[in-house]
């Protein structure tokens, strides 16, 4: 059998509109999209036309009404009498009738004996008036003789029985008579609301709107989080019996409580739990409410004495009978804070208030954030720490990336739209080079990255034919590497290539590229690759293009596939140390967290180290530490005069063993800072006298140029200013303003620095 015929048999299976198709939402579009481009032939009138109601019936249940899709259906319909669509085509009618009905009140148009006769009047005449309008809706009665059919005529019968009932009152009670038909009017009333009721009742039950969510339903439906489903289940069942042991009489002293410490990296659905753990506990009776109010630290503490324990009273307050969650907690104490930070009031008022006999047991408190900082912050206040038991803490893992796959395809259909199979491995690689440190946004990063996907493409791309809906709805992988090139456009081997000089160096860079190219390879082919190396130590005088080689290196790794940003920080000293003990190691590993994914570029690293007792040893130990944590996601270029970085790398072990890769940059020769006087011209769209260049050649011969790159870029700075000053702005021509003469460079190479004769 082959893949058409299977396709056709899946779609011949479903024959029943209280099952869900045979098919995901995501498999039918894609099957859509293959028939669109003629890549696959179905050929039956039949399989084309219960596809269409496949996707209708998929997304009636996502409850999107108003459907493009019909029309087209509308059309098969007259080549098909396939039962199966015609109940689908049939469902959009029944919900919008089901909607009209559900939203009309019938028990204010009830009549009582004591009414006055100009009160019931009035209601009788209203009550025709709604019994005309869904009289109107007969038209969207489908046909057929389903059970839903037979609910819905039964409706209309009875509003047509109502109407005459109605109109015989209203005559009676205009003409004054004595009016024996009340008790039969309210009857009938009932009558017609029950039938509604029962016309609900009949609709598959895909479209009906629960009263109830359950809240273990929802956490089951979620992506990922095994273990935690697990936990949260076995913590259901166990709220869940010791609620009947009360019921029964036995007490436990030594109760669990329902206060929750929610711990996972940004995205991975803290909020969320929160709020399924307040329905539990409210479906359970555990609390009067499901409410949860959301606070921070911004909402609690105050600026003044006496106003933290104000604010935190008063949501306490508002929190009782459901849950007080308190995200991002860990900032209510902060390591670094002064006697005017009320920080330590509001834990001290939340303790005591889940506590105290006024507030204890009405309501729940859940604390969420980091892992890290929640565990260092519960650890250094014991008060706070104590009111949460050690079953009572949920740790959120990150997403896999085949969790996070599943999220983008389910952001993607939510906004109408789906990835070919081609453009999800492409979307996998935004993934992976996202996730870089442990400031990834799990499932928030990635719906950012769709939409940013989305975005881009509706500004790029032209507006399909409407017939073509398929188009408006189809992310290819070329959308996705459009988007990705975008970001980068430039070349970083031709820019390389288009430095002047440095071509030991660029040999350095080429064959180093070449050799990570090949390694990356042989690593996807599962064959045995050589440990890259790729630490480095630039050495040379200022100016001669170490940040420029730098900043291109960075794009070349990443093309390259081995770091993810490409991107180039630079460091210093000032960048890393401190100034007093303890913040060294913070302030490094917070530059080394702002490079990851990049290149980090110390610059004059020796200024790191000035003895055993300077607070620099403490930057290099930290560095040399997070350089084997992030050894595939970050690389470090040391950079300084050749000497100084010679003896710094020798005087610590740590260094000499991961920097293997040494570029010296040589200062550049006086033909190549003649091209670089040149090349800046240029750009400026100035020109030179005849005699400059040899004048300029001469100078560079004779005098030894400190700054080298950064010395040309002054000299023609200085150069420009100096013509400034001999130009008559009102009578020079276009020739003589862009023409630069040797007066003008004589004047600045005097006042240049960085010449040493």
């Known amino acids: 059998m082959n893949n058409i015929d299977k396709i056709k048999e899946k779609i011949y299976s479903w024959t029943n509109i209280e099952k869900n198709p045979p098919f995901t939402e995501v498999e039918l579009l894609r099957i859509m999209d293959e028939v669109n481009q003629h890549t696959l032939r179905l050929e039956s009138k039949d399989a084309l036309a219960i596809l269409y109601a496949m996707l209708i019936y998929y997304r009636l249940k996502r409850n999107v009404t108003d459907d493009h899709l019909n029309s087209s259906l509308t059309e098969l319909m007259t080549e098909t009498d396939h039962p199966v669509v015609e109940e689908v085509q049939s469902l959009k009618k029944y919900l919008y009738l089901n909607n009209q009905l559900t939203d009309i009140d019938l028990s204010q148009y009830y009549v009582r004996e004591t009414d006055f006769d100009p009160v019931k009047l009035k209601k009788v005449n209203a009550l025709i008036k709604q019994l005309e309008n869904i009289e109107s809706l007969q038209s969207y009665l489908p046909k057929g003789t389903s059970e839903i059919k037979t609910a819905a005529s039964s409706i209309f019968d009875q509003v047509e029985k109502l109407i005459d009932i109605a109109n015989m009152i209203s005559h009676g009670l205009e003409q004054k008579k004595s009016i024996q038909e009340i008790s039969s009017y309210n009857e009938e009333i009932e009558k017609l609301t029950r039938l509604i009721q029962f016309f609900y009742q009949a609709l598959p039950s895909f479209l009906k709107e629960e009263t109830e969510t359950d809240p273990l339903t929802e956490l089951n439906e979620m992506i990922g989080l095994t273990q935690v489903k697990a936990y949260i289940n076995q913590y259901y069942h166990y709220l869940k019996y010791q609620k009947r042991r009360k019921e029964a009489g036995f007490q436990m002293i030594d109760e669990q409580g329902l206060h929750m410490v929610i711990t996972g990296n940004p995205g991975t659905g803290k909020t969320t739990i929160a709020r399924l753990l307040a329905n539990i506990y409210y479906q359970l009776g555990l609390l009067e409410s499901n409410e949860l109010i959301e606070v921070n630290r911004s909402q609690l503490v105050g600026s003044f004495m006496g106003q933290s324990e104000e604010n935190t009273l008063n949501y306490v307050k508002k929190a009782l009978g459901g849950v007080l969650f308190i995200d991002e907690a860990y900032n209510l104490k902060r390591a670094d804070q002064t006697g005017n930070d009320y920080g330590q009031a509001v834990i001290d008022t939340l303790v005591s208030s889940m506590t105290a006999k006024e507030y204890a047991n009405k309501f729940a408190v859940i604390i969420a954030g980091y892992p890290e900082e929640m565990n260092q912050f519960l650890w250094s206040n014991p008060g706070l720490r104590s009111r949460f038991p050690e079953g009572n803490f949920i740790e959120l893992p990150d997403y896999t990336d085949n969790e996070l796959v599943k999220i983008a395809e389910e952001t993607a259909l939510q906004n109408d739209y789906f990835f070919t199979v081609d453009a999800l491995r492409a979307f996998e690689g935004l993934i992976e080079n996202s996730r870089v440190d442990e400031s990834f946004g799990n499932a928030r990063t990635v719906r950012d990255l769709v939409l940013k996907v989305i975005f881009y493409m509706g500004a790029t791309q032209n507006m399909p034919d409407k017939e073509n809906w398929i188009e408006h709805m189809r992310i290819t992988a070329h959308d996705i590497n459009r988007l990705d090139e975008q970001r980068n456009s430039e070349d970083p081997m031709k820019q390389l290539d288009q430095l002047i000089g440095l071509n030991h160096v660029k040999e350095e860079v080429k064959k180093l590229s070449a050799f990570v ?241």
């Not at 480095?536 to 960075?554: C, L, Q, R, Y």
């Not at 005098?703 to 420009?720: Q, T, Y």
């Open 517 to 757: 190219k090949v390694q990356q390879k042989r690593k996807a082919m599962d064959l045995p690759n050589v440990p890259i190396q790729l630490h480095s130590v630039f050495s040379g005088n200022p100016g001669t293009g170490k940040t420029t080689v730098a900043k291109i290196f960075a794009k070349i790794l990443k093309d390259c596939g081995l770091l993810k940003r490409g991107h180039l920080v630079i460091a210093s000293r000032g960048d890393l140390v401190a100034g007093y003990v303890g913040q060294t190691a913070i302030k490094t590993k917070n530059k080394i967290r702002e490079a990851l994914g990049g290149v980090l570029f110390i610059d004059e690293a020796y200024a790191l180290f000035r003895g055993e007792k300077d607070f620099g040893k403490e930057a290099i130990d930290t560095l040399v530490d997070e350089m084997t944590k992030h050894n595939e996601n970050l690389v470090v270029i040391l950079a300084g005069y050749k000497e100084e970085m010679e003896r710094f790398i020798k005087s610590n072990p740590g260094l000499e063993s991961r920097f293997k890769k040494y570029f010296h940059f040589e200062d550049y020769k006086k033909e190549e800072l003649l091209e670089m006087v040149l090349y800046h011209i240029d750009a400026y769209q100035y020109e030179l006298a005849p005699n400059v260049q040899d004048y300029l050649l001469e100078q560079f011969s004779n005098a030894r140029i400190s700054g080298n790159g950064r010395f040309v870029v002054n000299l023609i700075n200085e150069a420009i200013q100096y013509q400034a000053l001999r130009m008559d702005i009102d009578s020079d021509s276009y020739n003589q303003l862009a023409l630069l003469k040797k007066e003008d460079f004589e004047l600045a190479w005097k006042s240049s620095r960085g010449i040493e004769q």
